[in-house]
């Protein structure tokens, strides 16, 4: 929530090997207009919140979005990919 106060411009958002993060946090970082997103080895998120970063109303990344590394996101399923895939209209780089 502090991200989303504090920077409403911010583009670029890395979270590589952010241990800590959670399901929590997802939701707010789909309200950043984020043209890069990175959850490289963030193995601790789980399915549930990709799936609802996919299905949120307020996912306004869902137009900016070009970049997002899922790689070593070992809870993400087919189906939250599928999810997210639907949404993420100008994604470049999956």
Do not use: W
């Amino acid at each position: 929530d502090e991200i989303s106060k504090n920077c409403p411009n911010i583009s670029y958002l890395d979270l590589t090997r952010c241990l800590n993060i959670n399901g929590d946090a997802v939701p707010m970082i789909a309200e950043l207009l984020l043209e890069y997103l990175n959850f490289y080895a963030c193995s601790t998120l789980p399915n549930i919140a990709f799936e609802c970063l996919g299905q949120s109303s307020r996912l306004k990344a869902s137009q900016t979005l070009r970049f997002l590394d899922l790689c070593g996101c070992a809870n993400l399923t087919d189906d939250g990919l599928k999810v997210l895939s639907q949404v993420l209209q100008n994604i470049e780089y999956l």
